[in-house]
């Protein structure tokens, strides 16, 4: 923390404390306990990532608004063409930061909208049964170890409504922290998505709110799509 009050002032570091106090104490409140950390990040990434299907633009422009730091800007959007766009940046909560990240890309058979969250330091079984519980997600998931074995990649179809992807990534073979926890939407044509995604039971949104830089990674695509061929 010390580290990054020093690159960016302590005026910004305080707005974003305050920001963080609000996600946090609207949870607090309703529930009327203490959240865990594996709950406090399920909660950031359903406000950022499940109110409406992944849309780089817009979540661009909340990250903007609140003054989130930039990790990363990798890409660039294009109205026309084919292109990938990554972006990152740094959410404060009151029990540590995480890395919230988005990517968009267009291809010849269609486009990708991703929005996700990563902690490095968080533990994964714990957060994945959290993950489980509360969203009420398939017991029986496809699961799928990275080619040198130490990543493990677990993937829920259509979780948030047709062709959309709820991917956990995690480190649990080699025995190492950190969750990548990313929801994708695929789409076929040059519109962006507009349906809405259905809604966690568990929800819970704060009053008034309206990694590494995350990368979806090749073989996480790539399994995504062979996914999506075998349904």
């Not at 529930?31 to 709950?39: H, I, L, P, S, Y």
């Not at 817009?58 to 003054?67: E, G, S, T, Y």
């Not at 890395?99 to 267009?106: F, I, M, N, P, R």
Request: hydrophobic share 35%.
């Amino acid at each position: 923390m010390q580290q990054i009050v020093g690159s960016v002032g302590t005026g910004r570091v305080m707005r974003w404390l305050m920001v963080a106090a609000a996600l946090n104490s609207g949870v607090e409140a309703a529930e009327g306990v203490k959240m865990d950390r594996n709950a406090s990040l399920l909660n950031s990434f359903q406000v950022f990532c499940t109110l409406q299907p992944p849309n780089f633009s817009a979540l661009d422009q909340r990250a903007k608004a609140m003054q989130l730091p930039v990790l990363k800007d990798l890409g660039e959007s294009k109205e026309s063409g084919y292109f990938t766009h990554s972006k990152s940046w740094i959410v404060p909560l009151k029990d540590g930061p995480h890395q919230l990240g988005a990517a968009e890309s267009k291809g010849p058979n269609g486009g990708m909208q991703t929005c996700g969250i990563v902690d490095e330091k968080a533990d994964a079984e714990a957060f994945g049964k959290t993950l489980r519980s509360a969203l009420k997600l398939d017991d029986s998931p496809k699961v799928k170890l990275s080619a040198d074995g130490k990543t493990r990649m677990t993937l829920w179809q259509n979780a948030f409504g047709s062709n959309t992807f709820l991917m956990l990534v995690d480190a649990t073979p080699i025995s190492q922290p950190g969750i990548n926890l990313l929801l994708s939407y695929n789409y076929p044509s040059t519109e962006l998505p507009t349906a809405q995604p259905s809604q966690p039971q568990s929800l819970q949104l704060p009053p008034g709110t309206d990694p590494k830089a995350f990368q979806s990674g090749q073989e996480a695509r790539q399994f995504m799509q062979e996914s999506k061929k075998q349904k």
